[in-house]
């Protein structure tokens, strides 16, 4: 049985496009929220959900930083998805007769400088995937879209200008959620442990607790704070490192950590991506 994995947006998102290059075999299962494609996973209506948590121009994902962690799934894998974006409009429109684009508001900003050269009125819309949706079915001639390239294929535009971006590194990381953790398996590039801790309230309780990592020389790609429950007190921290819980200095590390944490959670365990 093909398995179906859950994205945000309409087909031809950046999270369609994630979900075709890291699981080509699965089904994409469009959804109109994050909330909607983790419901899918758990109501069993698919296997799997693809959400971006970060992006080099933007910074963390809010929505999923805050959902992640209780959600009540386990990353299985991440994915990297380079963000190209396209002008895209009806078939036999130009350039020149382009006077506005619609697009995600994150999209906007990073086209400014082309859209300024080009006199383009940029135009904020929900989600750009359905904005080509909408353009495709209104016949509109003096208007574009910015999406992915494979946003045009999905729904019969033609692209105008590719690679519009500002900065060529622009690129999202997502993760892959299932209802399992799956500690079994070693990557061929390492692995990659992410959980999230809440530190006990005594002086330099943070300090402590990093202090095992260094010790044991475990790799720490990330470390995010946000408050929890309203509180300025209680502080929650998302982490990775580079490794698995069954590698001793991990073991070690974590172990240290527990001192120090009134709350210590893994999220999941899975294979680095080549794109790291």
Aim: charged content about 25%.
């Amino acid at each position: 049985m093909t398995d179906r994995i859950a994205f945000q947006g309409e087909l031809g998102a950046y999270s369609h496009e994630a979900c075709m290059s890291a699981r080509p075999e699965a089904e994409p299962v469009p959804c109109a929220s994050f909330e909607d494609a983790i419901e899918k996973v758990h109501s069993g209506d698919a296997d799997y959900a693809m959400l971006p948590v970060e992006n080099t121009t933007y910074g963390r994902v809010a929505d999923n930083h805050r959902l992640i962690p209780d959600c009540g799934l386990f990353i299985v894998a991440e994915a990297f998805v380079r963000v190209r974006i396209a002008l895209m409009a009806n078939a036999g429109v130009t350039l020149d007769d382009v006077r506005r684009v619609r697009a995600h508001p994150v999209l906007l900003p990073q086209s400014a400088e082309f859209l300024k050269s080009h006199g383009i009125e940029p135009v904020s819309a929900p989600d750009s995937a359905g904005a080509a949706a909408e353009l495709a079915r209104s016949g509109v001639r003096d208007e574009g879209v910015l999406a992915s390239e494979l946003a045009a294929k999905t729904y019969g535009l033609t692209v105008l200008a590719n690679d519009i971006e500002d900065h060529g590194h622009n690129t999202t990381r997502f993760v892959i959620m299932g209802r399992e953790p799956d500690y079994s398996r070693r990557g061929e590039l390492g692995m990659m442990t992410t959980f999230v801790f809440e530190v006990r309230n005594i002086p330099a309780a943070l300090y402590k607790a990093m202090g095992g990592f260094a010790t044991n020389s475990v790799n720490m790609t990330k470390l995010e704070s946000y408050m929890v429950d309203g509180s300025f007190t209680a502080t929650r921290f998302y982490s990775d490192i580079d490794g698995h819980p069954d590698d001793r200095n991990v073991q070690l590390a974590l172990e240290e950590l527990g001192y120090f944490t009134s709350h210590l959670e893994i999220l999941g365990v899975y294979p680095a991506d080549r794109m790291r």
